[in-house]
T-cell receptor, first 115, second 110 residues
Framework: NAGVTQTPKFRVLKTGQSMTLLCAQD?????MYWYRQDPGMGLRLIHY???????AKGEVPDGYNVSRLKKQNFLLGLESAAPSQTSVYFC??????????????FGDGTRLSIL | GIQVEQSPPDLILQEGANSTLRCNFS?????LQWFHQNPWGQLINLFY?????KQNGRLSATTVATERYSLLYISSSQTTDSGVYFC????????????WGLGTSLAVNP
């Protein structure tokens, strides 16, 4: 099993450009999450999804949109990239049993730089 | 909101040494996990340990949920243990997010 796969691994954008980050998991997890990690800070939740066709806002949702059209995929979109969105983005997934009390499994991250 | 404090913030060890990393929560959490972020940035699940003690090779973890802390033990450290160690927990209630500590940065020298 590949687990959680993120594409691309690296990307450089110019301010104002748009792009989509893809997260795919092959563990049949119901829950999926997008985080960003910035220097000196822990991970912060951007958006999450508790099932196909559903999404919800996390701590820092502004400037991002997400979609969960298929259970195994969770897309993170930047409509108009800003330098403040330079970060490392992590996707995670988990089972839903136990009211969400299941460990989250992470992808390898996407390093995004906005110039 | 719940605060997570990790200590020490930085740690330098000689290869072969033992260490204990600590994670304190200001309030009760569920889903407590320990992660290792290696120098390449990958986040590796170490333990899912809402309570009790678990061991995996040279690593072990103990969570005392009633006292809101968790410990990660690293024995006979190796240079490959270098990186940042994070703990994270989920606040009770219908909340999907994990609350993260700022990490302990570990350097193991040969």
């Amino acid at each position: 099993n590949a687990g959680v796969t993120q594409t691309p691994k690296f990307r450089v954008l110019k301010t104002g450009q748009s792009m989509t980050l893809l997260c795919a998991q092959d563990m049949n997890h119901e829950y999926m999450y997008w985080y960003r990690q910035d220097p000196g800070m822990g991970l912060r939740l951007i958006h999450y999804s508790v099932g196909e066709g559903t999404t919800a806002k996390g701590e820092v949702p502004d400037g991002y949109n997400v979609s969960r059209l298929k259970k195994q995929n969770f897309l993170l979109g930047l409509e108009s990239a800003a330098p403040s969105q330079t970060s490392v983005y992590f996707c995670a997934s988990s089972y839903s049993t136990g009211g969400g009390n299941q460990p989250q499994h992470f992808g390898d991250g996407t390093r995004l730089s906005i110039l | 909101g719940i605060q997570v404090e990790q200590s020490p913030p930085d740690l330098i060890l000689q290869e072969g040494a033992n260490s204990t990393l600590r994670c304190n929560f200001s309030d009760s959490v569920n889903n407590l996990q320990w992660f290792h972020q290696n120098p390449w940035g990958q986040l590796i699940n170490l333990f899912y340990i809402p309570s009790g003690t678990k061991q995996n090779g040279r690593l072990s973890a103990t969570t005392v949920a009633t006292e809101r802390y968790s410990l990660l033990y690293i024995s006979s450290s190796q240079t490959t243990d270098s990186g940042v160690y994070f703990c994270a927990g989920r606040p009770p209630g219908n909340n999907r997010k994990l609350i993260w500590g700022l990490g302990t940065s570990l350097a193991v020298n040969p």
